[in-house]
Structure formats: C-alpha cells, structure tokens
C-alpha cells in the first residue's frame, strides 16, 4: 500500500507540470510518452533478464493498455486546458467508482454496498464543478472540462483493470504500454487539436521532468502495486493525487477555484471515500467470501 501512495504522490505533479511546460495538450501528451519510452526500455530488460519474457497474455493487455492510456493523456491534458491542473485531476479520478464495479464483474472483487449511496453524491460534486449554477467558475469553458474530465476517467479505469489482469510485473507491461500510447497519441493528435514535433525550451524542459518522474517513477510503483491489491483500493488510494494536485496548482500556479467548484471537490472526495469503503462484515463469513486485506 505504501508503494501506491508513493507513486500517487508523485503523479500529483502531473497536472502542475503540464500546465508549466505551456505547449498543446497533444504535444504534452505526447511527449511525456516518447520522453519516458528509452528509460522504461531499460528497466523492462533489466527486468527480463531475471524473470525471462513477458507472457503474451501481459504483452496484448499492456498494448490494449497503451492504446487507453493514449485517450486517458489526450482527454485529461484538454481537461488541464479548460478547468485547470486541480480540477481536471478531480474530475479525472471518478475512476474509482468505475473500477470499482468493473473490478466486481471482471475480478469478483465484491465492492461495499455503500458503493450506491455514493455515487449520486460523487456526481453532485462533478455538477458544482461545471459551474453550471456557478457565475464565478474557474477555468476558460468548465462544462467541456467535465466532460473531457468523465472520459479521462472512463480511459483511466480502462488502463487500470488492463494493467491489472496482465502480469504481476511492473516495468515490462509499463514499457509495452508507453511505447503503444506514444505511438496512438502521435495518430490520434490530428483529431485533438494537434502536437507540435519540434521541441521548444523551456516548455520541453518540463515536459522532461514529467516523464521521468511521474510517468516512470510514479507509475512504476503504481503499477508494481496494482496486481498486489484489490483494484478498487488502488483507486481509492490513487485519490491522494487529485488532493495534491489542487493545493499544488493553488501554491504554484496561482489556480483559484470558486467556492462552489472547491465544494463540488470536496463532496466528490467524501462521496469515493463512503462509497469505496467496506462494511464490517460478520465473522462467521466463509474465508472465500471475506474481503482481502492489502
């Protein structure tokens, strides 16, 4: 569990960094993936050479992977350009509900029942965030944000189960499914506005440090951690990373969400964290039917 928050810390400075490096939202996309492909080569060898290759099962879910993760940057960095680095990180973690019930289907990870009470709540908080009913909303079209933040989060939920039913390796899958997301966000830019190829200074600069830290530190550990633990309390930890980022891009970007947008954040925080939780359950429950504790 400590490796999941450490990497979500560090993911944190995703949104902040982008907002930094001042270039296109393809073109940031695009380059935190080229950027991070060469040192993620190297740790996918140094990892094949102690467990061998990567199972082809691993190899077409990372590439599945990679492909969601392309839509994941391209829709959340559009998301950065509406409603700012905080809130789009906000709007792009509602993953943890969808997680949460794929995870049910899919891994028979049983999520809580609280899980129905907190999903109304949780998009009562995605509404204070369009500024619907709000004059004085952040951000240069709120409403195009929310629904570019609701598709990162769909693409988010996507990569994450991907990345969790592939392998128990971290570097390998991570290194197949960047270099398939910069290659889909090289052929889906068009359709996004389009990347600039020529790099520029100093917008490259912090394009650089995105790469290395938060898409290969940061989602390394991540990684490593999701076949470890059940995938909808990765999620719920991973919502260490919106928190972050808000007061991040307040401190060093000068972001101002209006009090209702900073209260849509608050309840859609309460909403995952009552929702995501577990009930006690009755001690006479067969093992099998017990929760798994990380």
């Given at each position: 569990?400590l ?6 810390l560090?993911i ?5 960094l ?8 393809a073109?940031s996309?695009?380059?935190?993936c080229a950027?991070?492909?060469p040192?993620m ?7 094949r ?6 199972p ?5 879910l990372?590439?599945?992977a990679?492909?969601?993760f392309a ?17 789009a990180t906000?709007?792009g973690n509602?993953?943890?509900?969808i ?7 899919v891994f ?11 999903t109304?709540?949780v998009?009562?908080?995605v509404v204070?965030i ?6 004085a ?5 709120p409403?195009?944000?929310v629904l570019a933040?609701?598709a990162t989060?769909?693409s988010?939920?996507?990569f ?17 499914a960047?270099v398939?997301?910069t ?9 996004f ?9 100093p ?7 995105l790469a290395?830290g938060p ?6 550990l991540i ?17 260490i990373?919106?928190?972050t980022?808000?007061?991040i891009s307040?401190?060093v ?7 209702l947008?900073?209260a849509?954040c608050?309840?859609?925080v309460?909403?995952v964290l009552?929702?995501?939780?577990r ?6 429950l067969?093992?099998?039917?017990r929760?798994?504790?990380?």
């Amino acid at each position: 569990m400590l490796i999941a928050i450490a990497g979500a810390l560090i993911i944190s400075t995703s949104g902040p960094l982008v907002r930094l490096s001042d270039v296109s939202p393809a073109t940031s996309a695009l380059f935190r993936c080229a950027y991070a492909v060469p040192p993620m080569l190297v740790l996918a060898w140094l990892e094949r050479r102690r467990l061998g290759p990567l199972p082809a099962k691993g190899r077409w879910l990372a590439w599945a992977a990679g492909v969601v993760f392309a839509l994941d940057l391209l829709f959340w960095h559009h998301a950065i350009d509406y409603v700012g680095a905080g809130l789009a990180t906000v709007l792009g973690n509602l993953q943890v509900f969808i997680v949460a019930f794929a995870a049910w289907g899919v891994f028979k990870e049983r999520p809580s029942t609280r899980l129905m009470i907190g999903t109304p709540v949780v998009f009562a908080g995605v509404v204070l965030i369009s500024g619907v009913f709000d004059s004085a909303a952040y951000g240069s079209d709120p409403v195009m944000g929310v629904l570019a933040g609701v598709a990162t989060s769909l693409s988010y939920a996507a990569f994450l189960l991907l990345m969790k039913g592939g392998s128990e390796r971290a570097a390998g899958p991570l290194a197949h499914a960047t270099v398939v997301a910069t290659i889909a966000i090289a052929l889906l830019s068009p359709l996004f506005g389009g990347a600039d190829f020529l790099p520029t200074w100093p917008g490259h600069g912090w394009l650089l440090i995105l790469a290395l830290g938060p898409q290969v530190i940061g989602w390394s550990l991540i990684t490593f951690s999701l076949p470890r633990q059940p995938a909808a309390l990765t999620a719920l930890l991973l919502l260490i990373q919106p928190l972050t980022t808000v007061a991040i891009s307040a401190l060093v970007l000068g972001e101002r969400p209006s009090p209702l947008q900073l209260a849509g954040c608050a309840v859609i925080v309460m909403g995952v964290l009552y929702g995501s939780s577990r009930s006690r359950r009755p001690a006479t429950l067969p093992e099998e039917e017990r929760t798994p504790v990380a």
